[in-house]
């Protein structure tokens, strides 16, 4: 974990020396964060009032971790006190939220959203916001597995009073109410005592050093925590901006069993912001209430292996669960309001028309899929529209619900929970493709997530079938410049993807390919998909630990910058190669197609060029990979390390700081 390690004492000091905001933003600027002007405002204000608390219960000295990065995440806790429990000197954690609000009202009927003067969204209720904190951290961090209790969780309003916050019902049976403590400024007496009695007066580096420096659970591929979630109740931990979405959706149920207006929700974040984990959470609970819900998603991929986990379970109660799994276009002859919420997942990728074989919808699809919900939800990324007859936007959503005189519920995702959770990565691959306004740049490592560029597709999979074999799920992506022979050869597929003297099939096209081979729907989540070469259309919406991707001579770098080149594509949403003519928008659409292969990885990306060229200019940007010589001898895998070891095959700058001290220079980072 990520955090500016000092003191109650020293932020003081820093305060008083006006050198609080300068070292708080270093920090946060070397592991890949920008800061705000709003965060700065903050950090002068709230971070200080805070400080003086702790100073007059006598934890002057206490460690203080500001800005703690979460674990698989862009989200950041704005500080962590680590120190001992005063009787049992074990370890002991307070996650502290801080708020500058000075009022907060409830946000229409929502207890956990609240509106707050000056912000246009509703926001969680600080309550909430700080006990999803501490369960998050429950659930990644082993070390909490057998206390729990070690963690607490306070949010502290010091702008405002006790009657100026609305107060969350505890009636819902929750225990842990030692995680959603709030103190407004009226009533810091009472802070105070809690914080002695949590706290003992003296500094023991142990506790704040055993959670910066705990080992992390391997995040859950989404999917594979579907299945988990009908059967046994567990849920994933919505932070911030997801739950805030949540909360409207059944906000939104309420008021259609009251018969109050129809309003629509629509909830916008990049690759691995949560909007899955939204929309699973939210159909795993309304089936559970009875409702008449269901998810739908335009792609086949998806749809099948969701439906799948679902079907897998044997202990999951709910017998209809697998059937809840449509595409957009099942619903063309549905009538109006004959669902009570309707999940339209990856909603980018919303049809102009739906169409059943030569039937065609006789409205545009995203009316469709609004009439037949009394509460639609559409979940989505504008920057993953990849072929030209997908149409889903929030503007087109928007719209098409602002002519039928419908409300709109809008919710944007900042967080980042793929990449490591790196704030840097997206940000990378959209410079790198042209898709920011402006020039790439070198990657700079930041100790959440490992990029590298392959010599050559041999090292690339050298390197990734190393954590295959140790059970990390690994998969190899390439942009569709190859041709794809949809007939297998016998038992075998055909490997068409061709580069030297190395070669790999694609993914299966079919239903039922080979044995031992899975599905194109499957490709994604069956181990044995490494075995074959991915393409957009079985990667799109899935996330896997590590990965390749091969950049094909449709993307290459010339005169200076990257340029397409859509005849060189082999899919015909690209390039149609009978009449020799590209489709409108290929330049953008093979951008964005790469863009949405690079931030597939949880853990790592690989990188290679087809082209010397793109290579050469890949090279000036990201550190080449390294292969250890246990891992290969004249090409051959000999001997297997440790999934977990993949961060030192890869080569790294040395000298760079994990997290920032209140003492000392900056530490090494080490050997890992």
């Given at each position: 974990m990520l955090a500016f390690q000092t003191s109650p004492k020293q932020i003081l000091e820093l305060a008083d020396e006006g050198h609080l905001i300068e070292r708080v933003s270093a920090h946060l600027a070397r592991v890949g964060f920008r800061v705000s002007d709003s965060e700065r405002s903050s950090w002068q204000q709230s971070l200080p009032a805070l400080a003086v608390q702790l100073v007059d219960a006598g934890l002057e000295d206490l460690d203080a971790l500001v800005e703690c990065q979460l674990p698989r995440s862009s989200k950041r806790i704005d500080v962590i006190l680590a120190g001992m429990e005063p009787l049992s000197r074990r370890p002991a954690y307070l996650v502290v939220e801080l708020k500058q609000w000075s009022t907060a009202t409830s946000y229409d009927e929502i207890e956990k959203l609240v509106r707050v003067p000056g912000m246009a969204e509703p926001q969680v209720h600080p309550a909430v916001q700080v006990q999803n904190y501490c369960s998050y951290l429950t659930d990644f961090l082993p070390m909490f597995l057998d206390r729990p209790d070690a963690v607490h969780g306070l949010a502290y309003l010091h702008n405002a009073t006790r009657r100026q916050i609305p107060e969350l019902p505890t009636g819902d049976g929750?225990?842990?109410t030692h995680q959603r403590m709030v103190f407004t400024g009226d009533r810091t007496d009472e802070m105070r005592r809690y914080l002695r009695g949590r706290f003992g007066p003296w500094r023991d580096e142990a506790a704040a050093h055993a959670l910066l420096s705990a080992r992390v659970s391997p995040s859950h591929q989404l999917l594979t925590v579907g299945a988990d979630e009908v059967a046994s109740r567990r849920h994933l931990v919505l932070l911030d901006e997801q739950r805030a979405a949540y909360e409207l959706v059944m906000r939104g149920v309420r008021w259609a069993d009251q018969g109050r207006r129809k309003r629509v929700v629509v909830v916008s974040g990049g690759p691995g912001s949560g909007k899955s984990a939204i929309a699973l959470t939210l159909l795993v609970d309304l089936a559970r209430e009875g409702r008449q819900v269901a998810h739908a998603t335009g792609s086949k991929a998806f749809r099948d292996s969701l439906r799948r986990y679902a079907r897998s379970?044997?202990?999951?109660?709910?017998?209809?669960?697998?059937?809840?799994?449509?595409y957009f276009r099942d619903f063309m002859d549905e009538p109006a309001d004959s669902l009570d919420v309707l999940i339209c997942d990856e909603a980018h990728r919303i049809r102009d028309q739906s169409s059943r074989g030569d039937r065609r919808g006789r409205k545009s699809q995203v009316r469709e899929l609004i009439e037949v919900a009394k509460v639609p939800v559409f979940l989505l990324d504008d920057d993953q529209v990849v072929r030209p007859n997908e149409v889903g936007s929030v503007d087109v959503i928007r719209g098409a619900a602002e002519r039928l005189d419908f409300e709109v519920d809008f919710v944007h995702l900042g967080a980042q929970f793929r990449c490591g959770g790196s704030p840097r990565f997206e940000r990378w691959v959209r410079?790198?493709?042209?898709?920011?306004?402006?020039?790439?740049?070198?990657?700079?490592?930041?100790?959440?997530?490992?990029?590298?560029?392959?010599?050559?597709?041999?090292?690339?999979?050298?390197?990734?079938?190393?954590?295959?074999?140790?059970?990390?799920?690994?998969?190899?992506?390439?942009?569709?410049?190859?041709?794809?022979?949809?007939?297998?050869?016998?038992?075998?597929?055909?490997?068409?993807?061709?580069?030297?003297?190395?070669?790999?099939?694609?993914?299966a096209f079919g239903k039922n390919p080979p044995r031992g081979i899975p599905s194109r729907s499957f490709w994604a989540i069956e181990p044995a998909g490494f075995e074959q070469v991915g393409c957009i259309y079985t990667a799109q919406g899935f996330e896997y630990d590590w990965s390749g991707v091969i950049?094909?001579?449709?993307?290459?770098?010339?005169?200076?910058?990257?340029?397409?080149?859509?005849?060189?594509?082999?899919?015909?949403?690209?390039?149609?190669?009978?009449?020799?003519?590209?489709?409108?928008?290929?330049?953008?659409?093979?951008?964005?197609?790469?863009?949405?292969?690079?931030?597939?990885?949880?853990?790592?990306?690989?990188?290679?060029?087809?082209?010397?060229?793109?290579?050469?200019?890949?090279?000036?940007?990201?550190?080449?990979?390294?292969?250890?010589?246990a891992l290969v001898a004249d090409g051959v895998h000999r001997v297997a390390a440790p999934a977990d070891k993949l961060p030192s095959i890869l080569d790294r700058p040395s000298g760079q700081n994990l997290r920032n001290t209140s003492t000392g220079p900056d530490r090494p980072r080490g050997d890992w």
């Open positions: 929750d225990r842990r379970d044997p202990r999951s109660p709910e017998q209809r669960i697998a059937e809840l799994f449509h410079h790198l493709l042209g898709l920011a306004g402006e020039r790439p740049y070198r990657w700079i490592e930041d100790g959440s997530f490992r990029l590298a560029l392959a010599a050559s597709p041999d090292q690339m999979e050298m390197l990734l079938r190393n954590v295959h074999d140790q059970h990390a799920s690994a998969r190899i992506s390439a942009g569709f410049c190859w041709p794809w022979t949809e007939k297998p050869r016998g038992r075998e597929l055909v490997p068409d993807v061709r580069i030297g003297s190395w070669s790999k099939p694609w993914n950049l094909g001579p449709d993307l290459v770098f010339r005169n200076g910058r990257l340029v397409s080149q859509p005849a060189e594509s082999h899919d015909h949403a690209i390039f149609d190669r009978v009449r020799g003519v590209a489709t409108r928008d290929a330049d953008r659409l093979i951008r964005i197609t790469y863009k949405v292969l690079l931030t597939r990885g949880m853990r790592g990306t690989l990188i290679h060029s087809v082209d010397p060229e793109t290579q050469r200019f890949l090279a000036s940007l990201v550190p080449a990979a390294q292969v250890p010589r």
